[in-house]
């Protein structure tokens, strides 16, 4: 009896020594769990990350990629715009010539030739729909037209026409009932032998004191000056007030003499002008 409680308290025994033993490892499976969990997680960090940033990584562009620069416009050229034909009859290639202020271009340059060959001119400088256009010492570019830095030059022989030659005036003469006679020149034409040139009445003027004059362009073997012209040389004697009654008009020597009838006379290469007294 004694033996068979000694062996169910044996038994006992060993079956708490178990139970202890399968707690303790159960408690190391769980403890051992985590680890090899956390070991996992740390492995496969460490992969991603050496597939980022290992040698066989592409790399990134740059933030802001520097663009190449635009290249420089080519620089401005002479253009040839076309022919013209001027008022001459000739004719002249028109170029607008490249320059720092720019470039002309062809449609305004033809309307300012247009304008300047048209209109007959005397060769002095012209303004022209805003530019100034003239002829020039040179060979090849005759005329130029200039605005603001730009230049519109004419290659050739075109120009302005000459202006026409001014109608010849009349020079009357004492005998209206006798045909005027005319000259183009200011120099008086010379006499037939034997013609007698009568005296001209050109008209009044008045003196500085108030008085008029009868100015007569002098008929003579020299020939006679023109009324225009003695109108012009007999009113500024007449009106000028000087230390002396003799002075220099334009090439006329002019001075008082002792006649009540023609008291000044005004002379020049044998031609004479008279001022009478009314």
Request: aromatic share 2%; with cysteine; hydrophobic share 35%.
């Amino acid at each position: 009896m004694r033996t068979t409680r000694l062996a169910a308290s044996a038994v006992a025994a060993l079956a708490v020594i178990a139970g202890l033993s399968g707690c303790s490892d159960n408690k190391e499976d769980h403890s051992a769990h985590p680890s090899s969990t956390t070991a996992a997680t740390t492995t496969a960090g460490k992969t991603s990350a050496a597939k980022l940033t290992g040698t066989s990584a592409a790399p990134l562009p740059s933030p802001s990629p520097t663009h190449p620069p635009h290249p420089a416009p080519p620089p401005l050229q002479d253009v040839n715009c076309g022919q013209v034909t001027g008022g001459n009859g000739a004719t002249a290639d028109v170029i607008v010539f490249a320059s720092d202020a720019g470039r002309a271009g062809c449609t305004e340059a033809f309307n300012v030739v247009a304008d300047y060959l048209e209109v007959p001119r005397t060769g002095d400088a012209a303004n022209v729909d805003g530019w100034v256009c003239e002829p020039q010492p040179d060979a090849s570019v005759k005329h130029i037209c200039v605005n603001q830095g730009l230049t519109i030059g004419l290659r050739g022989d075109a120009a302005p026409a000459d202006p026409p030659s001014p109608a010849p005036s009349p020079i009357r003469t004492v005998d209206p009932t006798k045909p005027p006679v005319t000259t183009t020149s200011s120099v008086p034409p010379e006499p037939d032998p034997g013609t007698t040139v009568e005296d001209v009445n050109c008209g009044p003027v008045t003196d500085a004191g108030g008085h008029a004059r009868t100015v007569i362009a002098v008929g003579n073997s020299a020939g006679r000056p023109g009324c225009t012209e003695a109108i012009t040389v007999a009113t500024t004697y007449a009106t000028t007030i000087g230390p002396s009654d003799a002075m220099v008009v334009d090439g006329w020597q002019c001075n008082a003499q002792p006649d009540a009838a023609t008291p000044s006379v005004c002379s020049k290469d044998g031609l004479v002008i008279a001022l009478r007294a009314n």
